[in-house]
């Protein structure tokens, strides 16, 4: 054989040696999260992804499963406790089976504006509900956000006369049933997956939700209505498996949380931006009414729903749900 071609064959068979060990030594993160592709949650988890693997220098690989692809928000928190699912942003009422704290962020007409939210869970007592997660086995980062919640029915609904005795699907989660049971409703826990079929054949009326998951999971298709309400607030936790976690270097936890907050901040600016849209294409589709309800209005819903905070506020620890009155009231 000539130089010049084992020179050749050496070069190629060292190349892909180097090829292969890089391979090797990258640690995949399986990202999960439960909203189309076409969505604020997805440009989150892109952006995240690219900060990853930048800062890492290609020591992380990040994979993103948008849509359930992994299973549903409790069936991969259930995973992420064994290290099968390293990372995901999960709604906060659905984590609260973990964390009992987290039923706080769903409190019903907790949150005045979106800023409210973020400078309350962004603070101490975001971190402190946040911190509770740890003893179920995941490492706590940030909250991202779906945003605020609409109500959908097959009929308007101004008042809370209007939902006595619906049908009105919620995600397993007690203060959400107690919330709708205080309206007179018949709440029915029901898979984020299985929702429209729900709707579509009537096991259910009404399901509440934010624009986003109105939007792109096409509820409006077999909705009449949809009251603008903001009634409810939907925080989504972005946590790590513990068990994963806690095997990366110090330098790497630093970097993934940082990564974490800034792909958040980008989240948030999306979530916003992405609202009208919605509107403007549940609207064009022609077969839902929007309707805004006014204050008065909106207070006769607040004032049906005192009882949630009194049957949830013993619950949590440490005059939780006082001192985030308070924090908020000093905004």
């Known amino acids: 054989m000539n130089k010049p071609l084992k020179t050749l064959i050496s070069a190629m068979t060292l190349a892909m040696s ?13 990202l999960h999260h439960d909203m189309t592709e076409d969505s604020a949650q997805h440009e ?15 020591e992380y690989e ?11 928000d409790v ?41 409210a939210a973020y400078e309350l869970l962004d603070g101490p007592i975001g971190d402190e509900v946040l911190s509770g997660l740890r003893k179920a086995g995941f490492e706590p980062a940030m909250f991202w956000e779906s945003g605020f919640k609409q109500l959908t029915c097959n009929h308007a609904v101004t008042s809370p006369d209007d939902l006595d005795g619906r049908k009105v699907r919620v995600m397993e989660s007690p203060l959400l ?13 029901i898979a984020f997956s299985e929702t429209y079929t729900a709707l579509q054949q009537g096991v259910v009326e009404c399901q ?4 986003v998951s109105i939007s792109q999971m096409k509820f409006y298709e077999v909705q009449d209505d949809l009251m603008l309400s903001n009634h409810g607030y939907l925080a989504t936790a972005f946590i790590f498996s513990k068990t994963w976690f806690d095997q990366q270097s110090p330098e790497n936890q630093q970097m993934l949380k940082a990564a974490v907050r800034e792909a958040g901040e980008y989240q948030r600016e999306r979530s916003i931006a992405r609202e009208q849209a919605y509107l403007d294409g549940i609207e064009a589709a022609g077969g839902t009414e929007i309707v805004s309800l006014s204050p008065e209005q909106l207070q006769k819903f607040s004032q049906a729903m005192t009882p949630v905070y009194d049957e ?3 619950k949590l620890d440490d005059n939780l749900l006082e001192r985030t009155q308070q924090a908020l009231a000093a905004q």
């Open 18 to 30: 180097a090829t292969a060990l890089h391979a090797q030594a990258a640690s995949v993160i399986k």
């Open 44 to 58: 989150g988890a892109e952006r995240l992804k690219q900060l990853i693997e930048e800062r890492s220098n290609g």
């Open 62 to 72: 990040v994979n993103i499963y948008p849509n359930n692809a992994l299973g549903d």
């Open 75 to 115: 069936q991969v928190a259930q995973q992420m406790q064994f290290g099968a699912v390293e990372a995901a942003p999960i709604p906060t009422a659905k984590l609260s089976g973990f964390n009992k704290n987290l039923q706080l962020i769903d409190m019903p007409f907790l949150f005045p504006s979106r800023e």
């Open 177 to 189: 049933i107690s919330q709708y049971k205080a309206l007179g409703s018949n709440p029915v826990p």
């Open 208 to 211: 509440e939700n934010p624009l």
């Open 312 to 314: 949830f506020a013993g």
